[in-house]
């Protein structure tokens, strides 16, 4: 059996096309986790509306605490063999876990899908090329691909196993909702063995009008992901992986400064690694803040009102 979590805030305008399509799936061998994270609107009675007609259907309702603590209320009552995620604004196509299902018959930790991205009239398709793996380097050549091709995070193109998220107690950091897929996601793949990307394309993204609004705790989750990368990668992370993320590593490292907070060892020589694999670079404003950054712990609290007073400029 297959448990799909869906955490709902504020949705109404989507809801019933998101559980509708997911009741729809030709293969039906699934439990449907609501999770309704206290919306406001009628999402929570609409939710009881489904339970009351589909014994698949199941409606846990909390206060308010994001994304994250949802998901983990979800992990906490899922009763299927593999696990996997919708969002409430989102809908998925009838063949959705018929061509997970069909990829797990080899005893599979993660399984991968494609998705399309519908942004206003245009809908284009992400569609990964199918790829097995079992072995170290093979499970780092899929994080670089996911990366590569924009896939690495989404947790509703994926398919965890869930006694692997049982047996090494996994969880979604509650104190982050920005990255706290990939973060998750990270955490799994330390652990997972075995993987497989499928040739399908079942999963509808709705991208929003407009830019989430984040708080400061938008790269909270950089430096964390990046740890459980070390892991896997041996402390050996791809310059292709470190280009990528060097501004999100930067803007997390000025924000630990910016916050009065000190940088650790392990952040200064992560951020070491991402200006070294940069093409050299003229660029008088990033120079600086770089040296700051690498020196900060020699210059204490004046290095953080450096930081303020250049992002201000």
């Not at 916050?259 to 120079?287: F, M, P, V, W």
Request: aromatic share 12%.
């Amino acid at each position: 059996m297959i448990s799909i979590i869906v955490p709902i805030y504020n949705a109404e305008q989507y809801l019933h096309r998101c559980i509708d399509s997911i009741l729809a799936q030709s293969y039906t061998d699934f439990e449907l986790l609501l999770i309704d994270d206290g919306s406001p609107d009628n999402c929570g009675a609409i939710c009881d509306e489904y339970a009351a007609k589909d014994t698949r259907v199941r409606v846990f309702h909390k206060e308010n605490g994001g994304v994250s603590s949802a998901r983990n209320l979800g992990l906490d009552n899922a009763q299927g063999e593999y696990i996997t995620f919708c969002d409430a604004d989102d809908y998925v196509d009838q063949e959705w876990l018929a061509a997970y299902r069909d990829a797990i018959a080899g005893d599979i930790d993660l399984a991968i899908q494609g998705y399309y991205v519908i942004d206003g009239c245009n809908t284009v398709e992400k569609k990964l090329q199918p790829y097995n793996g079992n072995t170290i380097e093979e499970k780092r050549q899929l994080i670089t691909m996911l990366m590569c091709e924009e896939t690495y995070g989404y947790l509703w193109v994926k398919l965890f196993r869930r006694a692997l998220i049982e047996n090494y107690k996994l969880k979604f950091d509650e104190q982050s909702a920005f990255r706290e897929d990939e973060q998750f996601l990270s955490l799994y793949l330390q652990y997972a063995v075995s993987f497989t990307c499928i040739d399908s394309t079942g999963y509808y993204y709705t991208a929003p009008a407009q830019g989430k609004p984040y708080k400061n705790d938008k790269f909270y989750s950089i430096f964390l992901i990046f740890q459980s990368l070390d892991i896997i990668f041996n402390r050996e992370l791809p310059k292709s992986i470190l280009q990528r993320h060097y501004m999100n590593l930067e803007n997390s490292a000025v924000l630990y400064l910016s916050e009065g907070k000190r940088l650790t060892s392990y952040h200064l020589d992560l951020y070491c690694r991402a200006i070294q694999a940069l093409d050299d670079t003229q660029d008088l404003k990033r120079n600086i803040i770089n040296h700051i950054i690498l020196n900060s712990h020699r210059w204490g609290k004046l290095s953080n009102m450096i930081i303020r007073a250049i992002h201000k400029c």
